[in-house]
């Protein structure tokens, strides 16, 4: 059974930064597609940031240059590095993994994450 688990979250000031983990189990494919996405209240659930097996990566408009994806394969984790933090980036954010090559996706439980202006 696939399971993620996500941490960092918490209160922040704006300006500051944040470091959001994601770590799976029940799966060792480094070819798994691994993002992050984010809900804030009353909006829909976005995508923020996606990297493949190769390493390339993909980010909303809204946090490139700010925020930044990882992945170590040796510890089935994604990271998130999130920087310059605005108080437009408070929601749950949420661990995805796309499973290759069975095209099955799963969900972490969320994080959420505050910034105070």
């Known amino acids: 059974q696939v399971q993620l688990v996500e941490s960092g979250g918490g209160l922040v000031q704006a300006g500051g930064s944040l470091r959001l983990s994601c770590a799976a189990s029940?799966?060792?494919?480094?070819?798994?597609?691994m993002s992050w996405y984010r809900q804030a209240p009353g909006k829909q659930r976005e995508l923020v940031a996606a990297m493949n097996s190769g390493g390339t990566t993909n980010y909303a408009d809204s946090v490139k240059g700010r925020f930044t994806i990882s992945r170590d394969n040796a510890k089935n984790s994604v990271y998130l590095q999130m920087n310059s933090l605005k108080p437009e980036d408070t929601a749950v954010y949420y661990c995805?993994?796309?499973?290759?090559?069975?095209?099955?996706?799963?969900w972490g439980q969320g994080t959420q994450v505050t910034v105070s202006s």
């Open positions: 029940g799966t060792r494919s480094s070819f798994n597609v």
């Open positions: 995805k993994l796309f499973q290759v090559p069975s095209a099955n996706t799963y």
